[in-house]
């Protein structure tokens, strides 16, 4: 079994910081791509960013310049580096991680207070 566990989240004020941590635990320990999606109150489950195995990055357009993926294959964990922080971040943010099909995390709660 292979599960993803975020950590991270909670409330902030608008400006202010979060790092998101998510660990892959089982049997499986690699994968061609980890990220983080988000899904904001009465909004749809949208891609916030990720990397390939090789390190390379994707970003939604909405985050650029503030927020930074990062990735540790050894340990299979990925980081979300969140700055600049604004209202509109607010969301339950998912852990993703791919290899042949899909998992996905609990998802850990963002935030931001104006």
């Known amino acids: 079994q292979v599960q993803l566990v975020e950590s991270g989240g909670g409330l902030v004020q608008a400006g202010g910081s979060l790092r998101l941590s998510c660990t892959a635990t089982?049997?499986?320990?690699?994968?061609?791509?980890m990220g983080w999606f988000r899904q904001g109150p009465g909004k749809p489950r949208e891609l916030v960013a990720t990397m390939s195995s090789g390190g390379r990055e994707n970003y939604a357009d909405s985050v650029k310049g503030r927020f930074t993926i990062s990735r540790d294959n050894r340990k299979n964990t990925v980081f979300l580096q969140m700055n600049s922080l604004k209202p509109e971040d607010t969301a339950v943010y998912y852990c993703n991680a791919q290899l042949s099909r899909d998992w996905w995390g609990q998802g850990t709660q963002v935030i931001v207070s104006s």
């Open positions: 089982g049997s499986i320990f690699g994968f061609n791509v």
